[in-house]
């Protein structure tokens, strides 16, 4: 699937550049966002190789229409709340009490629904096929608990595509991970797509 790989590295290269421009546009600064780093790995794996007492924040949304599947990005405690304080100069009042919570959540919650919503725009319109996710649903806790939430409902032949996201701000280098959890249909409905794409090119 080299070939496949990198159209949906050019998804993802797309999906960067359109949730830039839109985290800049609502916190009102500079922020780049890259995804570097994709793979295709079968999704037992992804369970086999978490650390399951890592505690993260996470933004799970489902996939209602073009393609069967979830999306979850995840980000460990440390840099969604660097992320909450590079988006929300907040006062150490507010630290102290519940509105920096509520709105800090708010502000990761708005942050996993732009990168979603990028990443299903760029894929819908490589596969030139609508694909809507739901509004988000934010949960705190293990990453066992977040993954297994998402993946454990798939069977076997379902698959994983990991995708890396780095923010990145002057002063911060804020690291998250997404993840696009597919049924097998929907893997072979971008195969297909993919090479359509290809064949169009020659």
Known sequence: MKDEMDILRE???IAAGHGSVALSEILGKKISMEMPALDIVATQAVLD???TDQIIISVSSN???GLKGEILFIMDEKSAFKLIDMCYRC???DKKGSVFTEMGFSVIKEIGNVIISSYAGALSMILKTVIIPS???LV???IQQALSMVVAPYAAEKHILLAEAVFMEP???ITGTFYLVLDGQAMEHIKDAC???LDALK
């Open 63 to 65: 996939i209602l229409s």
């Open 140 to 142: 705190s806790g293990s």
């Open 135 to 137: 509004i988000p649903t």
């Open 171 to 173: 002063e911060e280098h």
């Open 11 to 13: 998804v993802s290269s």
């Open 91 to 93: 006062t150490m009042s």
């Open 49 to 51: 190789r978490i650390s």
């Open 195 to 197: 090479k359509k794409l």
